[in-house]
């Protein structure tokens, strides 16, 4: 995708060190820093300058990678494996990448493990973007629809959090959709959501479409409900930390508000899950998926942004910034869901629809 006109991805490796966006600073600064250690990498995952589940994915499986050259015995690589599972528990796209590595230095020679693990790295970043991309070949054919049936009106689609771009290696997961109709010259605008307390969408969707130059709105969470009352939402798109085998999904605290809202107002909403994010071992999401609780101190009693000076500063707007909850996700039932868009085709949110789609899971 494009930052100030110039193709980006989020993580990548030039000469021989890998490199993230840091997307704290986003969007007031765009910051490059590097991955040289296990700590650089478990850093990044759990003071959240990486997230969304594939961007967490593909950053642990290059943590391994740079851990393993550092010190490729048996010992540092179960080191590493503990460390990066421990980093953040709710998506479900880190253990997977790093029961990968695992899988990729098994009876290897110590001088060969870390060749392997960067060449498994670039060959999941390619991958992941590639997914993304049929995501949104499949996502598109729903705006197409809808673009039949409004005779050339705006397309208005609501999103959550931020499922785009940097929320993965490239294209994005919920947004990538959206770029594929924009590209094609579909009038399209989305409606996002800022998706407190961290304001994923706010400060990180709003700026990858103003950089795309894809049409949006920023609007307060709770006015989601009110504009699909009002016929102003044609179909809601959001992504997903952790799929059940059954059709659960995790995502970003509020997601669950959203499709009640869409429920009852008749309004499609799709959930884009990338295989990677499935996890075949879950049957009950509310049951079964760790739900992560940060410090509600830190990212609901304070607010960071720049001020009409140009100065960023942090503020607080509580009379005692310590008495919050912060539950940093929430898990919405596979009833209220019309549709799982994965990168080989749309299903209903059930076991048997997802594993028509993915028969070998069976």
Excluded at 138 to 156: F, P, Q, R, S
Excluded at 224 to 253: E, P
Excluded at 266 to 295: H, T
Aim: with cysteine; hydrophobic share 40%.
């Amino acid at each position: 995708m494009k930052v100030n006109g110039q193709d980006m991805r989020t993580i990548w490796v030039e000469n021989d060190t890998v490199k993230i966006i840091d997307q704290r600073f986003l969007p007031h600064e765009l910051k490059i820093i590097p991955i040289e250690n296990l700590e650089d990498a478990r850093a990044a995952i759990a003071d959240m300058k990486v997230r969304g589940a594939p961007c967490i994915g593909a950053t642990a499986m290059y943590g391994m990678a740079v851990s393993v050259r550092n010190d490729p015995s048996g010992t540092a690589v179960k080191t590493a494996y503990d460390v990066l599972n421990a980093s953040r528990p709710t998506a479900v796209n880190l253990k997977w990448a790093i029961d990968e590595c695992m899988k990729a230095v098994d009876g290897l020679a110590e001088a060969e493990r870390a060749d392997a693990l960067f060449k498994l790295s670039a060959k999941n970043c390619d991958d992941d973007a590639q997914m993304c991309s049929n995501i949104g070949d499949y996502g598109k054919t729903l705006l197409d629809e809808i673009a039949k049936h409004k005779d050339g009106a705006t397309i208005n689609i609501l999103t959550h959090c931020n499922a785009g771009w940097v929320a993965t290696v490239d294209w994005g997961t919920a947004i990538s959709p959206i770029y594929k109709a924009f590209n094609a010259g579909m009038d399209v605008h989305v409606w996002v959501d800022e998706t407190r307390p961290r304001s994923q969408g706010a400060r990180l969707t709003a700026w990858e479409l103003e950089q795309h130059g894809v049409p949006y709105t920023v609007i307060t969470d709770n006015s989601g409900g009110h504009l699909m009352q009002h016929g102003l939402v044609d179909i809601c798109f959001v992504g997903t930390d952790r799929t059940t085998a059954t059709g659960d999904v995790c995502n970003k605290i509020g997601t669950y508000l959203k499709a009640l809202a869409a429920f009852d107002n008749n309004v499609p909403f799709y959930v884009c899950a990338p295989s990677n994010s499935i996890d075949w071992d879950m049957q009950d999401g509310l049951k079964e998926i760790p739900i992560e609780v940060r410090s509600g101190e830190q990212e609901v009693g304070w607010i960071t942004g720049r001020d009409e000076k140009g100065v960023i500063r942090r503020v607080t707007t509580m009379p005692d910034p310590k008495k919050t909850r912060n539950d940093a996700f929430d898990v919405t039932p596979r009833k209220y869901i019309t549709g799982l868009i994965t990168e080989r085709g749309i299903t209903n949110a059930s076991r048997a629809g997802l594993l028509q789609l993915f028969p070998e899971k069976t």
